[in-house]
């Protein structure tokens, strides 16, 4: 349960921060991929106290993470379950990803991945390359995909229990159902892009 518990507090982050850096439309708006310090402070937000210390700590994190963010998108929407494997293990290289246990002051033992030696982004990489393997291994390799809704190009990773996820989030579930209404008010197209594969 300890690696359920960890792949459940990573996935939210891992497409944080590559919904930060990458997506150029958000739940329907158009928007910036962040970059450099805008995106370290941004991203920073969503980590306890002392990894968002450490990070910002972290000398040109925000090149850093960009990049990590860039291989991770193209981890989780490579065209085949092979191809997603062959990322995700490119990952857990490159980031020397490598299991021990750590105990915390309010935790029991638990396995953490942070690489070897390296900087604050290198650790975020290796844990965040172990938590894709362990859900490829746990949920299988079709969990993760781009929103479905109009205008988004947010990532999402599906730990429902059936994997019926399509949208990265409540609002766009709710525009996509709102355009699925209209159009069929309409009796028109559908004013969403493609409900099919999600790779
Ligand atoms: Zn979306």
Redesign the pocket.
Known sequence: MEIACNVTRQAPLIAHLVNLATAQW???ARTDPLDGDALTSAFAESLSQRHSAALRATPDAGRSLAALAGELREALLAGSPAARAQHINALIRRYSAQPYLVEDVDQPFHLHFHGQGGTEVDALGGEFAAALALIVDGYGPERFGE???HQ???V?IDLTRNGSRR???A??TA?AKTAAYRSRQQGGAAATHGDGATS
Do not use: D, L, P, W
């Open positions: 958000r739940g329907g929103c479905q809704a988004c190009e947010a999402y949208y990265c989030s609002s766009c525009r």
